[in-house]
């Protein structure tokens, strides 16, 4: 059972400044610069991170070039590579509470839901992938009888991951733990306002037996460590989660360098279908509720759509407002905090920016809508309601990454699954309903790569989270998730 004490022991504790890890040893950046690291919590500096460059790209990539050809990861038996992440999870298990709370600071995630999204996903994913090594086979074309067809899979080489603010550690773990399952070697470049946690996950990997150069993390400027991932010629794969724009300048640079392999996670604008005839309307309110405002909407399958069936719409608002109205938004370290922080200040302008056009677009603003606990220095908002929003309108089109949720009104599933599939996006969705077969015909027509019935959220590593459209390419989590970091390898044997 979490301790609010202990938690408190762990808030109160001095951070040192880190640096870069590259190749086995923590090391400070080429030029010397360094960034603040600004809590949301309070809006004070909690310590610093280096600031890397291109020169630090190209020490971390060549770090992890040496160690994929050296193979002592990457020809490895997989019964040991097996055995070192197994140690790596055990170690995030140790550390689980100081690794929530060094996050939290950092990104300003409630707590509660810090602590399992963050170390107990990245422990989970780690394992599931320790075991997932030896148990991925080959194949053995059906082939003429004087001929064997053999087909290989084999590591790409070097991946470069880039990860977002929202959960660094979860995101993080599905993409290096699969990576290193396959035998490559990984360079990780967070969020340059959520970096800390990764930084002491590369110092436990270290710990549990990963060679040098296998893991490394540059911290820095998006626009300068990323772009110089993605141009880089030594680079084999690149996965990142994060926006649209950004996702499309990594296309631009792999079609500039080696035609790397880019995976793109880009977010979306996920629909929440609920039909009158939904089993549980009081369960569907607030399961919708949550599914918006926990982590303050910064999650990327965020239910940030509700649709809601002409008949129940007026009733079902109410509700799904009084349940936003009574959320419990502050101090992400209590451990009675229901909603946290905004990351940065920056994104909590762009959320109240949302608001205003909004309104001046026509939407009904039934609860929210301002900052809040502004006298704490740190980074509020209330969590936000508009009705009466229609498919042109801002809200209903482009991604908050905020606690604001857009309702839409339809009279039938035809109507429901044309503004459902109003957007570019096409990430996760959920419909409520008690009717069996429409459930299977809008799983069906729904244009996304996750639709859940009567839930929304909670989805474990056997299945693939993937988007559709403008929502990337690629999957993170399940089996799927090895084919983005292996290659197809032919054996023609004549006999």
Same mark, same amino acid.
Request: a neutral charge.
């Given at each position: 059972? @979490?301790?609010?004490?202990?938690?408190? +022991?762990?808030?109160?504790?001095?951070?040192?400044?880190?640096?870069?890890?590259?190749?086995?040893?923590?090391?400070?950046? /080429?030029?010397?610069?360094?960034?603040?690291?600004?809590?949301?919590? =309070?809006?004070?500096?909690?310590?610093?991170?280096?600031?890397?460059?291109?020169?630090?790209?190209?020490?971390?990539?060549? +770090?992890?070039?040496?160690?994929?050809?050296?193979?002592?990861?990457?020809?490895?038996?997989?019964? !040991?590579?097996?055995?070192?992440?197994?140690?790596?999870?055990?170690?995030?298990?140790?550390?689980?509470?100081?690794?929530?709370? @060094?996050?939290?600071? =950092?990104?300003?995630?409630?707590?509660?839901?810090?602590?399992?999204?963050?170390?107990?996903?990245?422990?989970?994913?780690?394992?599931?992938?320790?075991?997932?090594? =030896?148990?991925?086979?080959?194949?053995?074309?059906?082939?003429?009888?004087? /001929?064997?067809?053999?087909?290989?899979?084999?590591?790409?080489?070097?991946?470069?991951?880039?990860?977002?603010?929202?959960?660094?550690?979860?995101?993080?773990?599905?993409?290096?733990?699969?990576?290193?399952?396959?035998?490559?070697?990984? *360079?990780?470049?967070?969020?340059? *306002?959520?970096?800390?946690?990764?930084?002491?996950?590369?110092?436990?990997?270290?710990?549990?037996?990963?060679?040098?150069? /296998?893991?490394?993390?540059?911290?820095?400027?998006?626009?300068?460590?990323? $772009?110089?991932?993605?141009?880089?010629?030594?680079? =084999?794969?690149?996965?990142?989660?994060?926006?649209?724009? *950004?996702?499309?300048?990594?296309?631009?640079?792999?079609?500039?360098?080696?035609?790397?392999?880019?995976? @793109? !996670?880009?977010?979306?604008?996920?629909?929440?279908?609920?039909?009158?005839?939904?089993?549980?309307?009081?369960?569907?309110?607030?399961?919708?509720?949550?599914?918006?405002?926990?982590?303050?909407?910064?999650?990327?399958?965020?239910?940030?759509?509700?649709? *809601?069936?002409?008949?129940?719409?007026?009733?079902?608002?109410?509700?799904?407002?009084?349940?936003?109205?009574?959320?419990?938004?502050?101090?992400?370290?209590?451990?009675?905090?229901?909603?946290?922080?905004?990351?940065?200040?920056?994104?909590?302008?762009?959320?109240?920016?949302?608001?205003?056009?909004?309104?001046?677009?026509?939407?009904?603003? !039934?609860?929210?809508?301002?900052?809040?606990?502004?006298?704490?220095?740190?980074?509020?908002?209330?969590?936000?309601?508009?009705?009466?929003?229609?498919? +042109?309108?801002?809200?209903?089109?482009?991604?908050?990454?905020?606690?604001?949720?857009?309702?839409?009104?339809?009279?039938? $599933?035809?109507?429901?699954?044309?503004?459902?599939?109003?957007?570019?996006?096409?990430?996760?969705?959920?419909?409520?309903?008690?009717? @069996?077969?429409?459930?299977?015909?809008?799983?069906?027509?729904?244009?996304?790569?996750?639709?859940?019935?009567?839930?929304?959220?909670?989805?474990?590593?056997?299945?693939?989270?993937?988007?559709?459209?403008?929502?990337?390419?690629?999957?993170?989590?399940?089996?799927?998730?090895?084919?983005?970091?292996?290659?197809?390898?032919?054996?023609?044997?004549?006999?």
């Amino acid at each position: 059972m @979490l301790d609010q004490s202990r938690i408190d +022991a762990l808030r109160a504790a001095e951070l040192a400044p880190r640096s870069l890890f590259i190749d086995g040893a923590f090391r400070d950046a /080429v030029h010397g610069k360094r960034r603040d690291v600004i809590s949301p919590i =309070d809006g004070r500096t909690l310590t610093s991170i280096a600031e890397g460059g291109a020169e630090d790209v190209d020490l971390a990539v060549a +770090a992890a070039r040496r160690a994929f050809d050296a193979g002592k990861w990457s020809r490895a038996a997989p019964a !040991e590579r097996k055995k070192v992440m197994h140690r790596i999870a055990d170690l995030i298990e140790r550390h689980a509470l100081e690794l929530a709370v @060094l996050g939290v600071r =950092d990104n300003g995630t409630e707590i509660a839901m810090a602590l399992k999204a963050e170390p107990g996903s990245a422990a989970a994913t780690f394992r599931y992938y320790a075991e997932a090594i =030896d148990k991925v086979y080959g194949e053995i074309a059906p082939t003429a009888p004087n /001929v064997l067809g053999l087909v290989h899979r084999e590591p790409v080489g070097v991946v470069a991951a880039i990860v977002p603010w929202n959960f660094p550690m979860m995101i993080g773990a599905w993409k290096i733990a699969p990576a290193l399952a396959a035998g490559n070697s990984v *360079v990780l470049k967070p969020a340059e *306002v959520a970096s800390l946690s990764l930084l002491r996950l590369a110092e436990l990997c270290a710990e549990a037996g990963l060679p040098a150069g /296998v893991l490394n993390v540059v911290t820095g400027k998006g626009s300068v460590c990323g $772009e110089a991932l993605g141009l880089h010629m030594d680079v =084999d794969v690149m996965a990142f989660t994060g926006s649209g724009a *950004v996702g499309r300048r990594l296309l631009e640079y792999s079609a500039r360098s080696n035609l790397k392999r880019c995976y @793109l !996670e880009l977010g979306g604008k996920s629909p929440n279908i609920v039909f009158a005839d939904a089993p549980d309307l009081d369960q569907a309110a607030k399961v919708s509720a949550y599914g918006i405002f926990r982590n303050s909407g910064q999650v990327c399958v965020a239910g940030s759509r509700l649709l *809601v069936e002409e008949t129940i719409h007026d009733e079902f608002v109410a509700r799904v407002a009084a349940i936003a109205t009574k959320m419990k938004v502050g101090d992400p370290l209590d451990l009675s905090t229901e909603a946290g922080a905004v990351t940065s200040e920056d994104q909590l302008s762009k959320n109240l920016e949302f608001v205003r056009r909004a309104k001046a677009e026509g939407g009904r603003l !039934e609860t929210g809508g301002t900052r809040i606990l502004a006298e704490t220095g740190g980074f509020y908002m209330q969590p936000t309601v508009f009705s009466g929003i229609e498919p +042109a309108m801002h809200l209903a089109q482009e991604e908050v990454f905020g606690p604001v949720l857009g309702v839409m009104k339809f009279g039938d $599933e035809a109507e429901a699954v044309r503004l459902a599939n109003s957007t570019v996006f096409g990430l996760a969705s959920a419909v409520w309903t008690s009717n @069996l077969s429409r459930a299977h015909r809008m799983v069906r027509a729904v244009r996304a790569g996750v639709v859940h019935v009567n839930t929304y959220g909670g989805s474990d590593l056997t299945v693939p989270l993937g988007g559709v459209g403008q929502s990337g390419n690629g999957h993170d989590k399940s089996l799927h998730a090895l084919d983005k970091f292996t290659e197809l390898k032919t054996a023609w044997i004549s006999l």
